[in-house]
């Protein structure tokens, strides 16, 4: 399909919406999960969706990603209408986005390398001398040593199973990144390593992240816009600063008590990309 060359406008046109949600409503018997959500993630941002447990954060995600099926309403994702996709587009589709997924989903049976190495395996028709060098560069830029490839998934560490999944969803280069809960389960110096990390993602160019978390710090860091899910319906949608001037009781919980406030002190001194990987503290 051909699609016009990236312009410099700013407004938002229907190409510059990777996701486009509209009416979208999701029910389980008669519990109702979503009603009526609209929604919209922009090119290049990275976007992220909130909610107390159980508030549908990650069922929508997987509707998203072609994993279930809303009740009613439209998706579109990269321009295409989630509904009634033929499997030839779906898999071209799959082919666009990379998820990391909360618990790794790496086999165990294979290595690091053979890991990251899958979806160039399953979907190029790249040697496997080629395709052992694209899952190195992989590894590379999440942070891990050339080493971690021979290991086994067993042998890593909360922290190097995540950038190991990252860098398999990573492996087919695409436009479109989900992260699900990136820092949860991390100890807190792997988890601040997970800013840097999507920042050095996003300034690469082009690449579209949405994000499952409830890391106020990650949020705070990395976050253009937040999605507040509650009580069925989108709460609000707005930058960490707006949605913590918001007068909402489904939204004022997550910007109170000392963890709400440490991370936004943080926040007002932004980490950076860097080349060295320790960090203060
Ligand atoms: P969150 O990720 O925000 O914690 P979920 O999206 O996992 O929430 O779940 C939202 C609600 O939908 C929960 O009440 C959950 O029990 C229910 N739910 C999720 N998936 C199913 C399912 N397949 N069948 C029935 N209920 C489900
Ligand atoms: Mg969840």
Not at 3 to 14: D, L, M, N
Not at 113 to 120: H, M, T
Not at 182 to 195: E, I, M, R, V
């Amino acid at each position: 399909m051909a699609s016009p060359p990236p312009t410099v406008s700013s407004s938002a046109t229907a190409t510059d919406l990777v996701i486009d949600i509209s009416d979208l409503s999701t029910r389980f018997g008669d519990h109702v999960v979503h009603r009526n959500i609209n929604l919209q993630v922009r090119r290049a941002e990275v976007f992220a969706i909130i909610g107390g447990s159980g508030s549908g954060k990650s069922t929508l995600l997987r509707e998203m990603i072609l994993l279930q099926q809303p009740s009613s309403g439209h998706i579109k994702v990269l321009g295409v209408d989630l509904k009634g996709l033929s499997r030839e587009a779906a898999l071209g589709l799959r082919l666009r986005w990379g998820v990391m997924f909360q618990h790794g989903g790496l086999f165990g049976s294979l290595t690091v390398l053979e890991n990251i190495g899958l979806p160039l395996r399953e979907h190029t028709k790249l040697s496997d001398a080629e395709i052992d060098v694209i899952a190195a560069a992989k590894l590379a830029l999440t942070g891990l040593k050339p080493e971690v490839g021979a290991q086994y998934p067993a042998q890593l560490s909360g922290g190097m199973m995540k950038r190991a999944s990252l860098a398999r969803a990573l492996a087919l280069d695409p436009e479109l990144l989900f992260l699900d809960e990136p820092t949860a389960g991390l100890d807190p110096q792997s988890a601040g390593g997970a800013d840097e990390l999507v920042l050095r993602l996003r300034d690469q160019g082009g690449l579209t992240i949405v994000m499952i978390s409830h890391d106020l710090d990650l949020l705070w860091q990395v976050t253009d816009r937040v999605a507040v899910l509650g009580d069925g319906t989108l709460q609000a949608v707005g930058a960490m600063a707006e949605l913590s001037q918001m007068d909402n009781p489904l939204i004022r919980p997550f910007f109170e008590g000392a963890r709400g406030r440490a991370a936004q002190t943080a926040a007002q001194h932004p980490v950076q990309p860097k080349e060295s990987s320790s960090k203060p503290k």
